[in-house]
């Protein structure tokens, strides 16, 4: 018998793999690790920016479960990305 694991909180290493919906900033629908759908709410535009630029940077995602299956779907209450990158032309 499968444990019901709806409403549950998670922590997922991984990325951003994909920006599904962000026509509304204040309410985001992305995909992790190609394979998870995560809705995350934003407060402003500049938060909607930072998140495009950091897509396929390392994090971990801190989200609660809102439908399990082969396409899970979770909702992110904190997104911990590591420390930016900088790249410098040789």
Known sequence: MQEN???????IS????????????TNIK?????NIDA?????SLEQLEQLKRRAFDTAIFNC?????????????????FGKEKKFFDC
Do not use: W
């Open 39 to 43: 809705y995350v709410i934003l407060n």
């Open 64 to 80: 609660t479960m809102v439908s399990a299956g082969l396409r899970p779907k979770v909702k992110c209450n904190t997104i911990l």
């Open 14 to 25: 991984g990325m951003i793999t994909k920006i599904l919906d962000d026509s509304d900033y």
């Open 5 to 11: 694991i709806n409403h549950q909180t998670f922590t």
């Open 30 to 34: 992305c995909e992790i690790n190609f």
